[in-house]
């Protein structure tokens, strides 16, 4: 049976079970701030197993693009490794939200397997939870046992762990005891020799858990103890890969008909064979995997970056072609070259793939690109390393340097080392790695409280479409604190006009009014497994009664004259540029928006214009928002609605239109375009390989501006007047400006002097080197002045400074020339390195260079970076 066989039958047969087949959620999730990628069928469906939304179908099946490559399940290291683990990877799963339990969902999984596909019984085995000891008390799971006990032999059944047997959503939340499927592999005369019983849950290649069955019937709460669920709920999750394995007579989830077609791609342009040495085998099951974890996210709109979960997807692409480049010598970018092959292979069951064909390819070969130059440096720098090593062991931190500053894979590190007769300090290494992550960790980490339940009865429903106040009464709320933020309150309300941050669209801010007139502030709205969750800094003094909940409604009618004008400018663009135009990102606020979209070089001034003529025509225009609530998906795209990639839709959407076009969206808008009152564009350019962003501002952002370029008018019209006094004052002032600009080179020399005292205080040392990274608010000559004055007959330091000047960017570095010698540094390439975060280059002699560059946003980011090449 090949893979799109079962994955058919699989749905199939629990719609035969009066399971409603739904499709996969987004693998990349866009506003949970726990989780960034799907790791597990359940999390799209985590507010019903919450009791937060009722489910409109109890039986619910489907197949759940996952990735596991970060937080709880990370599998990353382990993939190419093993035949069985991936970092992207299908999980099929049938759900139960309170309809049926433990009965239907193991005698159904067990006809499934035995009976449709057919898996040989005495092949099978099922683990059931052996109870705990611990604080909870947890009883074996008996009821369980005894119906797996009607059918299966006590012998294929074995009691496991709460490791491996209870479930657990989080640190609080929905848990419960899981009996998993395992299924041996292994050729009869291996089965002889030694029991599978013994193999299961013990890495075995061939004896491997393909299903798991949770049964949620606890609450974990905040202070660690248990409460019993009102609903019980299932949960199922089998791999798929795994399970074609399993009927597919192969030994491998490489040999099955999802992998095969990948791997003689990889051959065809690697020109490597798939089964002669172990090494290339890696390289090549690595690039397979990896090939489908990048492309999903990317057609799931999450494009490779340096932050979140762009990083991640970075990483994962960098991990592929430093094994190509590594094992199969691949020193040009090739895999962008699979998507071809990925697509034809997937394309029908997530047609994603195929819209995005294009975008994947362009953003995965440019990545491939940069990365393969990074490499090249990298190597480099680790030669310089391994030169400077005293005795055979490199030290540990210096590895981490390279891989967190270059991007320069450890594990490759360590090869080179090897093959050179050297070793890595892998507990520097770690160490380093360690103090990285807990000073990331500490910033982030918020404790939660339980919830106080103050009315469990009360619906909860929004009305901020309509309404920009309305009575209210607390449904619950909790207290939550972190590092970063301090003590706040959650609340949500029965109903409420706060919109949550969503869409791209901030929440809004406003108020909230008890009846005695106690006023407490509304600071951000946000929406948490489906829910609408208003912060406060504090509680109200009485929790109970009726309050008035006011929407700050200033920013709000900002906020929407905005939205809307996103709406417009994707219209305009897909006008203007052609209809590949997709929106890819968008951020809207009160002040200004931006919006990011798919298009490939950029835009000229003419094409500008025409977009924003477009967008104010359609202001003039005075076209009034037909908007459309409860639409049902299918009719609202046979409308030719637009919806977005890797946005997750419920069964019915909600419409809106201004003129001709149609789209999907949540978020809220004037009531009439003419509210925008006037659009402008402010910046147009890339933000990655294929993707521009346009920043624009539209109403009284507008008014503003116009009203300060009008003044500056008004001023030159105003000396125009007299043309003999204009032409007077314009040589006065130039005079007085060449006056002015000796004067402020005299004063910036003293105030570098006085500076010079200040800064000699503040040099750090390490290692025999004195330094200082700073961002001085100086002009370049001020800087070399400084430098040069400060390194007067000094031998060990080393200077890197910043400035910002007329909305450009300067770094400079001076190093003592007994350092340059000493420790082999070059300011030079010191500047050009750093020179990328602002957006710019440079360089000079190897004890003193500058570089310029256009976005002094970026100095922070440089400073940084110098501190810890430094550290
Ligand atoms: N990284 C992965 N690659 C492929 N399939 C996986 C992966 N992780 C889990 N699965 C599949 O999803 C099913 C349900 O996931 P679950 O979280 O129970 O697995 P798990 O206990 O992490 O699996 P394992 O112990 O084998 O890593 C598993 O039974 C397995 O078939
Ligand atoms: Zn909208």
Aim: charged share 30%; net charge negative.
């Amino acid at each position: 049976m090949n893979s799109k066989e079962i994955r058919k039958q699989f749905l199939a047969f629990f719609e035969g079970k009066k399971h409603k087949i739904v499709p996969s959620a987004p693998m990349v999730i866009k506003d949970d701030p726990t989780l960034l990628f799907t790791n597990a069928g359940m999390n799209q469906f985590k507010e019903f197993f919450l009791g937060i939304n009722e489910p409109k179908n109890t039986r619910v099946v489907d197949t759940q693009k996952c990735l596991r490559v970060s937080g709880k399940h990370n599998d990353l290291e382990e993939v190419g490794k093993d035949t069985y683990h991936h970092t992207m990877f299908e999980m099929l799963g049938n759900w139960s939200f309170g309809d049926y339990f433990k009965e239907e969902a193991i005698t159904w999984a067990w006809e499934l397997l035995t009976q449709v596909f057919k898996i040989e019984k005495d092949s099978l085995y099922v683990s059931v939870f052996e109870g705990s000891e611990d604080a909870d008390m947890l009883e074996k799971d008996n009821e369980a046992y005894a119906i797996w006990n009607k059918i299966v032999p006590a012998d294929r059944i074995i009691m496991g762990n709460k490791k491996d047997n209870f479930w657990e959503m989080g640190d609080q939340g929905p848990c419960g005891p899981c009996s998993e499927i395992h299924v041996d592999l292994r050729s009869d005369e291996e089965k002889s020799k030694v029991s599978g019983a013994s193999l299961v849950n013990q890495d075995h290649p061939l004896v491997v858990e393909i299903w798991n069955l949770v049964f949620m019937q606890y609450n974990r709460k905040a202070d660690g103890s248990l409460e019993s669920l009102p609903a019980k709920h299932v949960d199922t999750g089998m791999g798929f890969e795994r399970l074609c394995m399993a009927l597919q007579g192969v030994k491998s989830n490489y040999d099955t008909d999802v992998f095969t077609p990948l791997i003689r791609e990889i051959e065809i342009i690697t020109d490597a064979k798939y089964g002669k040495t172990e090494e290339a085998d890696i390289a090549i099951r690595v690039i397979a995997d990896h090939i489908r974890a990048v492309a999903f996210s990317i057609a799931d709109g999450q494009l490779p970056s340096n932050t979140g979960a762009g990083y991640v997807i970075r990483r994962i692409l960098r991990r592929a072609v430093r094994y190509g480049f590594t094992f199969l010598e691949t020193k040009e970018p090739f895999m962008y070259r699979l998507v071809n092959v990925l697509t034809q292979n997937m394309g029908e069951a997530f047609p994603e793939l195929r819209e995005q064909k294009q975008l994947i390819e362009n953003v995965i070969k440019e990545e491939e690109h940069s990365f393969l130059k990074t490499l090249d440096q990298g190597l480099v720098l680790l030669d310089s390393i391994i030169e400077k090593t005293k005795g055979d062991i490199v030290d540990g931190r210096k590895a981490f340097e390279l891989y967190d500053t270059y991007g320069f894979p450890i594990d490759l590190t360590a090869l080179i080392l090897n093959e050179k007769g050297f070793s890595l300090d892998e507990a520097g290494f770690n160490v380093a790695m360690q103090e990285q992550k807990n000073r990331s960790k500490t910033a982030s980490e918020t404790s939660k409280g339980d919830w106080e339940i103050l009315h469990s009865d009360l619906e909860q429903e929004f009305v901020g479409y309509d309404r920009l106040e309305a009575d209210v009464k607390i449904v619950k709320y909790r207290k939550v604190e972190s590092k970063k933020r301090g003590v706040q309150y959650q609340l949500v309300f029965n109903l409420t006009p706060f919109y949550a941050e969503g869409g791209g669209q901030v929440g809004d801010k406003g108020y909230l009014e008890s009846p005695d007139g106690d006023v407490v502030y509304i600071i951000d709205t946000k929406r948490e497994n489906n829910e609408i969750v208003h912060f406060t800094k504090n509680l109200p003094k009485k929790l109970e009664g009726t309050f008035k909940a006011v929407v700050d409604s200033e920013q709000r009618r900002r906020t929407e004259a905005n939205h809307t004008a996103t709406h417009l400018l994707h219209q305009a663009l897909r006008e203007v540029l052609g209809t590949h135009v997709e929106q890819k990102g968008s951020a809207v606020h009160s002040k200004h928006l931006r919006f990011d979209f798919s298009h490939f070089s950029k835009m000229t001034k003419e094409e500008l214009e025409a977009v924003e003529d477009f967008v104010n025509a359609r202001i003039s225009g005075q076209l009034p928002l037909e908007e459309h609530r409860n639409v049902p998906v299918s009719e609202a795209l046979e409308n030719g609605a637009m919806a977005l990639f890797g946005e997750k839709y419920g069964d019915t959407v909600r419409t809106i239109r201004f003129g001709k076009s149609i789209e999907l969206c949540g978020g809220t808008h004037v009531n009439n375009t003419s509210d925008l009152w006037h659009f402008k564009i402010k910046s147009e350019g890339a933000v990655a390989s294929g993707i521009r962003r346009i920043e624009a501002i539209t109403n009284d952002a507008v008014k503003d501006l116009y009203a300060e370029n009008d003044k500056s008018l008004n001023e030159i019209v105003g000396l125009l007047g007299n043309p003999q006094d204009t032409i007077k004052a314009v040589s006065q002032l130039q005079e007085e400006n060449a006056e002015l600009k000796k004067q402020v080179a005299a004063l910036l020399k003293d105030k570098a002097k006085n500076l010079k005292g200040d800064l000699q205080n503040e040099l750090q040392e390490k290692n025999g080197v004195r330094f200082l990274v700073k961002k001085l608010d100086l002009d370049a000559a001020g800087i070399k002045d400084l430098s040069f004055e400060m390194g007067q007959n000094q031998t060990d330091l080393f200077l890197l400074f910043a400035t910002e000047q007329d909305g450009k960017a300067l770094l400079s570095c001076y190093i003592s020339k007994e350092l340059v010698a000493s420790k082999d540094l070059n300011a030079g390439s010191i500047v050009r390195e750093l020179g990328k975060f602002i957006q710019g280059g440079g360089g000079g002699q190897p004890f003193f260079a500058t570089a310029g560059g256009k976005n002094p946003a970026g100095i922070p980011e440089a400073l940084e970076k110098a501190k810890e090449y430094l550290n």
